[in-house]
C-alpha cells in the first residue's frame, strides 16, 4: 500500500508539472495579453507593466520564474485586480465547495437508492419508470437544465427569488449540479447491481438461507460499488468546483465563475493559480478514489 501511494504520488507531481507546462505556454500562444482592452495604454505605461509582472521576458524565463514562486507557494497576484491568487481561490472555493457537496451527497445517496431499487425490480414498473427518468437526466445538458429550473420556479412561479442571501439561493445550483451525476450514478449501479446478483456466491447465499436484507446490503450492494466508486472520485472533484455554466446563470461567486472571467480577461496568474488547484483536487480525488477500492473490498491489490 505505502509504496502504491508513493508511486501514485510521483506521479501527481509529473501530471501537475506538465499541466503547468501545457498551461503556460498555451496560454501565452494566444494573441493579446492581460493589459490590452478596449481604452488604449501608452507606450510608457505598457513597458512599465510588463516590466512589472516580467511580460517582457522570454516565455521560458517567465516560466522559470513562476514555477519558483509556486514551490514556495507563491501564486502571485491577479493582473486585473492585484489580489492575492490564493486569497481569492480560498474564497470562492469555500462558496462552490458548499454547493457542491450538497449537490454531490444527493447525487450519490439518490443514485445508489434508485440503481438499487431498479435492479431488484427489474422489467417492472418502478424499474421503467426510473431508467426513463435517468436517460433523459443524462442526455439533458446542466446548462438547459439550469436555465428551466429558473424559468420555471423563479420566474413563472415565482417560489423561489432569482438571487437572495439565503439558502434558498442553493436549491436550483444543487439541483442543476446534481441530476446528472445522480442519474448516471442510477444506470451505473443497476448494472453492477444486476451482475452481481447472477454471481454464484449470491446464489449459494440465499441457498443457505441469508437473510434477503443481509444478501442485498452485505454481499450485493457492497460488491456492486466498485464501479461507482470509480466515477465517484472524478465526480466529486468536477461538482466541488462547481459548473462553469451553473455558476454564471445563477450568478454565484464561485471558482467556477472566477475560472471563467479570468479566461475573458486574459488573466495570466489567476488562470494558472485556478487550473492548478483544480487539477490538484482532480488527482486528489483519484488517489482516493483507489484507496477507497481496498475498503470496499479487501481482495483488490493495489500495485
Not at 45 to 67: A, C, H, S, T, W
Amino acid at each position: 500500500m505505502t509504496k502504491y501511494v508513493v508511486k501514485r504520488v510521483l506521479l501527481a507531481v509529473v501530471t501537475l508539472f506538465l499541466i503547468c507546462l501545457i498551461t503556460f505556454f498555451a496560454m501565452n500562444a494566444i494573441p493579446g495579453g492581460p493589459f490590452n482592452g478596449e481604452k488604449a495604454k501608452s507606450a510608457a505605461v505598457m513597458k512599465v507593466l510588463n516590466e512589472r509582472y516580467n511580460l517582457d521576458k522570454p516565455v521560458i524565463v517567465q516560466f522559470g520564474y513562476y514555477m519558483k514562486n509556486l514551490l514556495h507557494g507563491d501564486f502571485g497576484v491577479s493582473l486585473k485586480t492585484g489580489r492575492d491568487i490564493r486569497q481569492t481561490i480560498n474564497e470562492s472555493f469555500a462558496i462552490s465547495a458548499r454547493i457542491g457537496a450538497m449537490a454531490m451527497v444527493i447525487a450519490i445517496i439518490v443514485g445508489i437508492v434508485l440503481g438499487s431499487i431498479a435492479a431488484l425490480m427489474r422489467n417492472k414498473w418502478p424499474d421503467r419508470v426510473i431508467v426513463f427518468f435517468a436517460t433523459l437526466a443524462t442526455a439533458m445538458p446542466s446548462f438547459v437544465l439550469a436555465s428551466l429550473l429558473l424559468l420555471l420556479f423563479c420566474i413563472k412561479l415565482k417560489w423561489i427569488p432569482v438571487w437572495s442571501s439565503t439558502s434558498h439561493n442553493y436549491i436550483l445550483p444543487v439541483l442543476s449540479l446534481s441530476l446528472y451525476p445522480m442519474a448516471y450514478i442510477t444506470r451505473l449501479t443497476k448494472t453492477s447491481m444486476l451482475d452481481v446478483l447472477g454471481q454464484d456466491y449470491i446464489r449459494t447465499a440465499r441457498a443457505k438461507g441469508v437473510a434477503g436484507w443481509k444478501v442485498i446490503f452485505k454481499h450485493a450492494l457492497r460488491n456492486a460499488l466498485i464501479p461507482v466508486i470509480t466515477y465517484v472520485g472524478p465526480m466529486t472533484a468536477s461538482i466541488l468546483t462547481g459548473s462553469l455554466v451553473i455558476e454564471k446563470i445563477f450568478t454565484i461567486g464561485g471558482l467556477g465563475s472566477k475560472f471563467v472571467d479570468c479566461i475573458t480577461n486574459r488573466d495570466y496568474t489567476m488562470i494558472m493559480g485556478t487550473t492548478i488547484f483544480l487539477a490538484t483536487l482532480m488527482v486528489i480525488m483519484n488517489l482516493l478514489s483507489d484507496l477507497v477500492y481496498k475498503l470496499v473490498d479487501p481482495r483488490i491489490k493495489l500495485e
